[in-house]
Protein backbone atom coordinates (compact mmCIF):
# COMPACT_ATOMS: atom_id res chain seq x y z
CA UNK A 1 0.00 0.00 0.00
CA UNK A 2 3.22 2.01 0.93
CA UNK A 3 3.82 1.99 -2.88
CA UNK A 4 0.57 2.42 -4.45
CA UNK A 5 0.20 5.74 -1.90
CA UNK A 6 3.95 7.41 -3.26
CA UNK A 7 2.91 6.49 -6.87
CA UNK A 8 -0.34 8.11 -6.90
CA UNK A 9 1.50 11.24 -5.06
CA UNK A 10 4.11 11.40 -7.73
CA UNK A 11 1.17 11.76 -10.60
CA UNK A 12 -0.93 14.20 -8.94
CA UNK A 13 2.03 16.62 -7.79
CA UNK A 14 3.25 16.28 -11.74
CA UNK A 15 0.49 16.83 -12.98
CA UNK A 16 -0.44 20.33 -14.73
CA UNK A 17 -3.80 22.14 -15.51
CA UNK A 18 -5.32 20.83 -18.65
CA UNK A 19 -7.89 22.26 -20.27
CA UNK A 20 -8.91 19.59 -23.36
CA UNK A 21 -10.25 16.30 -22.68
CA UNK A 22 -10.22 12.94 -24.78
CA UNK A 23 -10.88 8.97 -25.21
CA UNK A 24 -9.59 6.07 -26.67
CA UNK A 25 -8.43 2.67 -26.63
CA UNK A 26 -5.57 0.88 -27.07
CA UNK A 27 -4.70 -2.48 -28.23
CA UNK A 28 -1.21 -4.25 -27.48
CA UNK A 29 0.41 -7.60 -28.16
CA UNK A 30 3.98 -8.35 -26.15
CA UNK A 31 6.02 -11.25 -27.40
CA UNK A 32 9.60 -12.34 -25.39
CA UNK A 33 11.34 -14.36 -26.43
CA UNK A 34 13.91 -15.97 -24.28
CA UNK A 35 17.08 -17.11 -26.08
CA UNK A 36 19.39 -18.25 -23.71
CA UNK A 37 20.03 -17.63 -19.70
CA UNK A 38 21.50 -14.28 -20.75
CA UNK A 39 19.64 -13.07 -23.79
CA UNK A 40 15.85 -12.31 -24.82
CA UNK A 41 14.05 -10.65 -27.72
CA UNK A 42 11.31 -8.15 -26.10
CA UNK A 43 8.87 -6.69 -28.70
CA UNK A 44 5.36 -5.26 -28.91
CA UNK A 45 2.90 -4.13 -30.81
CA UNK A 46 0.20 -1.27 -30.40
CA UNK A 47 -2.72 0.10 -32.41
CA UNK A 48 -4.65 3.27 -30.54
CA UNK A 49 -7.80 4.08 -31.53
CA UNK A 50 -9.37 7.39 -30.91
CA UNK A 51 -12.41 8.36 -28.75
CA UNK A 52 -14.83 6.34 -30.68
CA UNK A 53 -12.61 3.54 -31.84
CA UNK A 54 -13.49 3.38 -35.58
CA UNK A 55 -10.29 5.78 -36.67
CA UNK A 56 -6.75 4.68 -35.96
CA UNK A 57 -4.98 7.46 -34.32
CA UNK A 58 -1.39 5.29 -34.27
CA UNK A 59 0.26 2.37 -34.51
CA UNK A 60 3.70 0.86 -33.13
CA UNK A 61 6.08 -1.80 -33.48
CA UNK A 62 8.89 -1.94 -31.76
CA UNK A 63 11.38 -5.05 -30.59
CA UNK A 64 14.55 -4.54 -28.66
CA UNK A 65 17.59 -7.17 -27.41
CA UNK A 66 18.60 -7.36 -23.96
CA UNK A 67 20.98 -8.90 -21.82
CA UNK A 68 20.89 -9.57 -17.97
CA UNK A 69 23.85 -8.57 -16.04
CA UNK A 70 22.88 -9.77 -12.94
CA UNK A 71 19.49 -11.21 -11.34
CA UNK A 72 17.10 -8.37 -11.69
CA UNK A 73 19.30 -6.00 -13.85
CA UNK A 74 19.07 -5.52 -17.83
CA UNK A 75 20.39 -3.35 -20.59
CA UNK A 76 18.77 -3.87 -23.96
CA UNK A 77 18.81 -1.91 -27.20
CA UNK A 78 15.99 -1.64 -30.27
CA UNK A 79 14.08 -0.11 -32.65
CA UNK A 80 10.51 1.49 -33.06
CA UNK A 81 8.52 2.33 -35.78
CA UNK A 82 5.47 4.53 -35.04
CA UNK A 83 2.86 5.31 -37.78
CA UNK A 84 0.62 8.45 -36.86
CA UNK A 85 -2.87 9.38 -37.97
CA UNK A 86 -4.55 11.81 -36.09
CA UNK A 87 -7.74 12.55 -37.66
CA UNK A 88 -8.73 15.22 -35.39
CA UNK A 89 -5.77 17.10 -34.94
CA UNK A 90 -5.79 16.33 -30.44
CA UNK A 91 -2.05 15.17 -30.61
CA UNK A 92 -0.11 16.25 -33.32
CA UNK A 93 -0.46 16.42 -37.46
CA UNK A 94 0.15 13.56 -39.17
CA UNK A 95 3.81 11.90 -39.10
CA UNK A 96 5.81 8.80 -39.02
CA UNK A 97 8.95 7.76 -36.96
CA UNK A 98 11.72 5.85 -36.99
CA UNK A 99 13.17 5.51 -33.44
CA UNK A 100 16.09 3.77 -32.13
CA UNK A 101 16.82 3.70 -28.07
CA UNK A 102 18.66 1.87 -25.37
CA UNK A 103 17.49 1.09 -21.95
CA UNK A 104 18.50 0.00 -18.46
CA UNK A 105 16.22 -2.46 -16.25
CA UNK A 106 16.25 -3.07 -12.94
CA UNK A 107 13.49 -5.39 -10.90
CA UNK A 108 13.18 -5.87 -7.03
CA UNK A 109 10.60 -6.72 -4.72
CA UNK A 110 8.79 -4.52 -1.55
CA UNK A 111 8.61 -7.16 0.78
CA UNK A 112 7.18 -10.88 -0.21
CA UNK A 113 4.41 -10.06 -2.04
CA UNK A 114 5.20 -6.98 -4.10
CA UNK A 115 7.60 -6.63 -7.44
CA UNK A 116 8.94 -3.65 -8.58
CA UNK A 117 10.53 -2.38 -11.54
CA UNK A 118 12.39 1.02 -12.26
CA UNK A 119 13.51 1.31 -16.27
CA UNK A 120 15.14 4.39 -18.20
CA UNK A 121 15.22 4.54 -21.89
CA UNK A 122 16.76 7.20 -23.78
CA UNK A 123 15.36 7.44 -27.37
CA UNK A 124 17.27 9.43 -30.83
CA UNK A 125 13.53 10.32 -32.86
CA UNK A 126 13.71 10.51 -36.79
CA UNK A 127 10.67 11.97 -37.38
CA UNK A 128 9.16 12.75 -40.82
CA UNK A 129 5.81 15.41 -40.80
CA UNK A 130 4.84 17.14 -43.58
CA UNK A 131 7.45 16.44 -45.92
CA UNK A 132 10.32 17.83 -43.83
CA UNK A 133 12.54 15.31 -41.22
CA UNK A 134 13.03 16.67 -38.03
CA UNK A 135 15.41 14.68 -34.96
CA UNK A 136 14.62 15.08 -31.22
CA UNK A 137 16.09 13.42 -27.83
CA UNK A 138 13.57 11.79 -25.46
CA UNK A 139 14.53 10.81 -22.04
CA UNK A 140 11.91 8.06 -20.80
CA UNK A 141 11.70 6.92 -16.88
CA UNK A 142 9.28 4.50 -15.68
CA UNK A 143 8.61 2.42 -12.34
CA UNK A 144 6.13 -0.30 -12.29
CA UNK A 145 4.65 -2.61 -9.26
CA UNK A 146 2.59 -5.80 -9.50
CA UNK A 147 0.90 -7.35 -6.81
CA UNK A 148 1.38 -9.98 -6.27
CA UNK A 149 4.88 -10.90 -7.92
CA UNK A 150 4.69 -12.52 -11.01
CA UNK A 151 5.98 -15.88 -9.44
CA UNK A 152 3.00 -16.18 -7.69
CA UNK A 153 -0.04 -17.45 -9.71
CA UNK A 154 -3.71 -16.07 -10.14
CA UNK A 155 -5.49 -12.53 -10.42
CA UNK A 156 -3.01 -9.32 -10.05
CA UNK A 157 -2.79 -5.94 -10.18
CA UNK A 158 -0.39 -4.05 -11.81
CA UNK A 159 0.48 -0.41 -12.05
CA UNK A 160 3.34 2.22 -13.56
CA UNK A 161 3.99 5.93 -14.32
CA UNK A 162 6.38 7.10 -17.13
CA UNK A 163 7.42 10.32 -17.57
CA UNK A 164 8.50 11.50 -21.40
CA UNK A 165 11.25 14.27 -21.42
CA UNK A 166 12.54 16.12 -24.28
CA UNK A 167 15.89 17.30 -24.32
CA UNK A 168 18.37 18.65 -26.95
CA UNK A 169 21.98 20.63 -26.45
CA UNK A 170 21.60 24.00 -25.21
CA UNK A 171 18.33 23.82 -23.91
CA UNK A 172 16.65 23.27 -20.81
CA UNK A 173 14.82 19.67 -20.95
CA UNK A 174 11.10 19.76 -21.01
CA UNK A 175 8.31 17.09 -19.37
CA UNK A 176 6.57 16.49 -22.22
CA UNK A 177 4.33 13.61 -21.02
CA UNK A 178 3.42 11.57 -18.28
CA UNK A 179 1.41 7.80 -18.56
CA UNK A 180 -0.44 6.44 -15.84
CA UNK A 181 -1.70 2.95 -16.11
CA UNK A 182 -3.52 0.45 -13.93
CA UNK A 183 -4.55 -3.22 -14.68
CA UNK A 184 -6.16 -6.13 -13.43
CA UNK A 185 -4.41 -9.27 -15.09
CA UNK A 186 -4.54 -12.97 -15.59
CA UNK A 187 -1.95 -15.73 -16.28
CA UNK A 188 -3.97 -17.93 -19.15
CA UNK A 189 -3.27 -21.69 -19.31
CA UNK A 190 -1.20 -24.59 -17.18
CA UNK A 191 2.36 -23.24 -18.26
CA UNK A 192 1.06 -19.36 -17.63
CA UNK A 193 3.06 -18.26 -20.40
CA UNK A 194 0.14 -16.03 -21.89
CA UNK A 195 -1.03 -13.30 -19.28
CA UNK A 196 -3.82 -10.77 -20.09
CA UNK A 197 -4.79 -7.35 -19.10
CA UNK A 198 -7.27 -5.19 -19.14
CA UNK A 199 -6.71 -1.68 -17.81
CA UNK A 200 -6.96 1.97 -17.67
CA UNK A 201 -4.51 4.62 -19.29
CA UNK A 202 -4.65 8.42 -18.35
CA UNK A 203 -1.86 10.54 -21.32
CA UNK A 204 -1.18 13.73 -20.38
CA UNK A 205 0.60 15.49 -23.20
CA UNK A 206 1.84 18.89 -23.22
CA UNK A 207 1.48 20.43 -26.94
CA UNK A 208 3.01 23.41 -28.74
CA UNK A 209 1.41 26.57 -29.23
CA UNK A 210 -2.12 24.98 -27.79
CA UNK A 211 -3.41 23.73 -24.42
CA UNK A 212 -2.14 20.25 -22.84
CA UNK A 213 -4.27 17.60 -23.07
CA UNK A 214 -5.28 14.74 -21.33
CA UNK A 215 -6.04 11.46 -22.92
CA UNK A 216 -8.20 8.48 -20.96
CA UNK A 217 -7.78 5.05 -22.90
CA UNK A 218 -9.40 2.10 -22.20
CA UNK A 219 -6.20 -0.55 -22.61
CA UNK A 220 -6.08 -4.79 -23.95
CA UNK A 221 -2.86 -6.24 -23.69
CA UNK A 222 -1.44 -9.89 -24.14
CA UNK A 223 1.99 -10.95 -22.98
CA UNK A 224 3.50 -14.03 -24.12
CA UNK A 225 6.59 -16.08 -22.66
CA UNK A 226 8.25 -17.54 -25.98
Known amino acids: MRFLTSLLSVIVISAPAFADTTG ?3 LMFFPDVK ?3 T ?3 ASDFQIRQAEALDQNRQTLARTSL ?3 IAPGLKIGAGYAYVNSTD ?3 LIEPDN ?3 RIFQQLEYKWTLGEPVGLSHRVRVEQRFIEQNGASNFANRLRYRISGRYPKASEPGLYLSMNNEFFVDYARGTWATLAQ ?3 YSALGLPVGEARKVRAEVGYLWQAVRRESRASLNVH ?3 LGFQFDL
Open 24 to 26: GGW
Open 66 to 68: NYT
Open 39 to 41: WNV
Open 178 to 180: NRF
Open 87 to 89: YDL
Open 217 to 219: ALQ
Open 96 to 98: SEN
Open 35 to 37: LNE
